[in-house]
């Protein structure tokens, strides 16, 4: 059974440009959560997808969004990029919502804005 | 707000010793509690995870404890190696959809 896959691996981008990120779950798996992991402030949640639709949001501005696709492939976009957006982002594959609390994370896609 | 932490940020322990990671959480409505290991470069990778309705669930070379009571639980690793040596966390699930709640991080050094 394939893991979760995240694309790119790696970006560097300049402050006020946009970026897209990329998650494929796990197959079977409808839940898909992104989380943003820096030194300072460790794994914070942004926000979960559930069958398309966003259950759950964390304290991150608009600037984050995300979106999920029926086949329950995920992105998440940030907007006008600022030097604090560096960081290590994360997506976590579950079946949370089918019976089971497993959640499992890609490689992350490491972020660097200059 | 719900938190978690961690008691200790670093454990060395010498190959073949037992490490034992703990974890406190502040949310007495948290569901489930999953342990990760992450090591440099790499996301978290699931160790084991337990339900709020258990104490004690014990996978290959790996333990883990709850208290609901004190509001801790615990990672215990047995006959520990070189290559258990990395960043362990632990994560608070159930009181929001989909969201988990991750401890600082203990970094786990295992000395040959």
């Known amino acids: 059974k394939a893991g979760v896959t995240q694309t790119p691996r790696y970006l560097i981008k300049t402050r006020g440009q946009q970026v897209t990120l990329s998650c494929s779950p796990i197959?079977?798996?409808?839940?898909v959560s992104w989380y943003q992991q820096t030194p300072g402030q460790g794994l914070q949640f942004l926000f979960e997808?559930?069958?398309?639709?966003?259950?759950n949001k964390g304290n991150f501005p608009g600037r984050f969004s995300g979106r999920q696709f029926s086949n329950s492939r995920s992105e998440m976009n940030v907007s006008t990029l600022e030097l604090g957006d560096s960081a290590l982002y994360l997506c976590?594959?579950?079946?949370?919502?089918?019976?089971?609390?497993?959640?499992?994370f890609g490689q992350g896609t490491r972020l660097t804005v200059v | 707000g719900e938190s978690v932490g961690l008691h200790l940020p670093t454990l060395s322990v010498q190959e073949g010793d037992n490490s034992i990671i703990n974890c406190a959480y502040s949310?007495?409505?948290?569901?489930?509690f999953i342990w990760y290991k992450q090591e440099s470069g790499k996301g978290p990778q699931f160790i084991i995870d337990?339900?709020?309705?258990?104490d004690k669930r014990q996978g290959q070379r790996v333990t883990v404890l709850l208290n609901k009571t004190v509001k801790h639980l615990s990672l215990q690793i047995a006959a520990t190696q070189p290559g258990d040596s990395a960043v362990y966390f632990c994560?608070?699930?159930?009181?929001?959809?989909?969201?988990?709640?991750f401890g600082q991080g203990t970094i786990l050094t295992v000395h040959p």
């Open positions: 976590a594959s579950s079946s949370h919502g089918q019976g089971s609390t497993e959640a499992f």
């Open positions: 197959s079977g798996h409808r839940s």
């Open positions: 997808y559930f069958s398309e639709t966003q259950r």
């Open positions: 949310n007495s409505a948290s569901d489930y």
């Open positions: 337990i339900r709020s309705n258990m």
């Open positions: 994560a608070v699930g159930g009181t929001s959809y989909g969201k988990l709640t």
